[in-house]
């Protein structure tokens, strides 16, 4: 039953989505599969299902080809069907390969491409939208005017959105060239209309291939129109090489920071900070100069990073102090107001509340209590080569500059360690744990010395 209140989402036909990735990539010269190079430290091919997941696709369905395990292993534990296309034939052919998988799937599809990650949620849905407008048309292609149309396939417009002629650069005479419209690869179109149309795509043009755009022609054939939506250059942007990735690079990480700043972070320079995509910083954090982030931080409020500071899988506590050349590893907790200060690494470790490591220290493995002092120079020693092992200091202890922890051990709280220990043994709290050998001091010794070195000197 639906009411005049059910949301027009729900009373959508259901969505389909095909992503073709069985291209080679051979201009990126990798061992990786083209569709899993990072950009901000997240595959773009998981940029694009992450954006198709908020249309709530019925089915997903990733065409792969040479490199298939490579993506299987990142996309089927996403519940994600692969399509296996042995010959890169074409586009047509590669989404020919997807029809088995769309079995029984009565609704749209939207058909996207794998190195092509940057599409809008909303412009995908303004494609099924006009997909499903009164007019009811057969074919929604995405389209794009780039700065350069280069040799991206031409769309020729007729009558208001009605597009007359999609032809591939290769294909093209010199007056379709001049056409500045561009065809982004995307399409939507239903199900049914897929299946009647694919079989009639032929292969006679200058590359052999079986082209996508080709269903244009396929469709006019039966008197059934398609049409054009325009997406920004940004949202078409294909990535083929490792300049093209940094390109997409750049474009994402100003866009973020963008966004970041008008939700209140200060970046002091901004181009020189690199975040990932999940990054996450309250309103109100300071950025100084040439900060990394790689994957899982999370920053709260009033905390400031310190120029050339390099973090990942981080939490990061309201008013906390880092950097700078700080080296923040995977399981690095810090509690509010906690300081880590220049050269000091932490990995799997937490600081409590107003803990201090200020400086050259390693924290591995740790659990730091409120307060604690750690000098400088102090280390964690949490690995035998074979196992890692925890260290354990307790609220208020201090540990002396330049000691060594050996772990597993624990550091009472308020306890005292002494400068230039090697702790093997527990300390217990509100104790002085010292282990280094004892001074001795020989009264005149190195006067003697200075003299019989003088006298030795004299005589060679
Ligand atoms: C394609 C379009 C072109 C458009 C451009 C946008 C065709 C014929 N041409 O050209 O109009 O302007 O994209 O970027 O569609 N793929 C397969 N199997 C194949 C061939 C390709 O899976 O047999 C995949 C690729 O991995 C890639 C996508 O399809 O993700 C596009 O293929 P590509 O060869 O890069 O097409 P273009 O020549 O760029
Ligand atoms: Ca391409």
Redesign the pocket.
């Known amino acids: 039953m639906t009411s005049p209140d059910t949301p027009a989402a729900l009373l959508a036909a259901p969505l389909a989505v095909i992503i ?6 051979t201009r990126m010269k990798s061992a990786t599969h ?2 899993l190079h990072p950009i901000a430290g997240k595959p773009m091919l998981l940029h694009l299902l992450d954006t198709v997941a908020a249309l709530s696709p019925a089915r997903e369905i990733v ?1 792969v ?1 040479k490199g298939r395990e490579q993506v299987e292993a990142a996309v089927l534990p996403r519940g994600v069907r692969t399509a296996f ?1 042995a ?8 989404v020919a390969q997807a029809l088995p998988a769309l079995d029984g799937f009565d609704g749209n599809v939207l058909i996207l ?4 990650p940057f599409v809008g949620a909303d412009t995908l849905r303004s494609m099924i939208a006009r997909l499903g407008a009164p007019d009811a048309p057969g074919i929604v292609v995405l389209t794009h005017t780039p700065p350069d149309a280069g ?3 031409r769309v020729i417009l007729g009558a208001g959105d009605r597009v007359a002629k ?1 032809v ?2 290769k294909d093209a005479s010199p007056a379709e060239r001049s056409a500045t419209l ?4 995307m399409m939507a179109l239903s199900a049914a209309n897929l299946r009647r149309w694919m079989p009639l795509v032929g292969n006679d043009n200058a ?1 052999k ?5 080709d269903l244009v022609t396929v469709a006019a054939g039966e008197g059934i129109a398609a049409v054009a939506v325009e997406g920004a250059p940004i949202e ?1 942007i ?1 990535i ?1 090489s490792r300049a093209e990735l940094a390109a997409a690079e750049a474009e994402w990480q100003q866009r973020r920071r963008a966004e970041m700043m008008a939700a209140g972070v200060t970046l002091i320079d901004a181009p020189s900070v690199w975040l990932a995509a999940d990054t996450v910083i309250a309103a109100d954090v300071t950025i100084e100069p040439n900060v990394f982030f790689g994957p899982g931080v999370t920053i709260a409020s009033g905390a400031t990073i310190r120029g050339f500071s390099h973090i990942e899988g981080a939490t990061i506590g309201a008013n906390c102090e880092v950097g700078p050349f700080a080296r923040l590893r995977p399981g690095a907790v810090m509690d509010e107001g906690a300081k880590v200060g220049n050269f000091v690494e932490m990995k799997k470790a937490r600081l409590g509340p107003g803990a201090k490591a200020n400086h050259l220290t390693y924290l591995g493995d740790a659990d730091v209590g409120a307060k604690a002092n750690i000098g400088a120079g102090t280390i964690t020693c949490n690995y035998d080569g074979y196992f890692k092992y925890r260290t354990v200091i307790g609220e208020g202890a201090f540990i002396g500059s330049n000691s060594a922890l050996v772990a597993p051990v624990t550091i009472g709280a308020g306890a005292i360690v002494g400068a230039g220990s090697v702790v093997t043994k527990d300390v217990e709290p509100d104790a002085l744990g010292i282990a280094r050998p004892e001074q001795k001091g020989l009264a005149g010794w190195a006067k003697r010395f200075r003299g019989r070195q003088t006298a030795k000197k004299e005589i060679s």
Do not use: I, R, W
Not at 113 to 116: F, R, V
């Open positions: 073709l990735a069985a291209g080679q990539g083209k569709v065409v080809g296309q010959d890169q034939l074409g586009t047509a052919h590669a491409y794998g190195d092509t040799a991206y396939g999609m591939e650069y561009c065809n982004s690869g590359a291939e079986y082209y996508l755009p078409a294909g083929n």
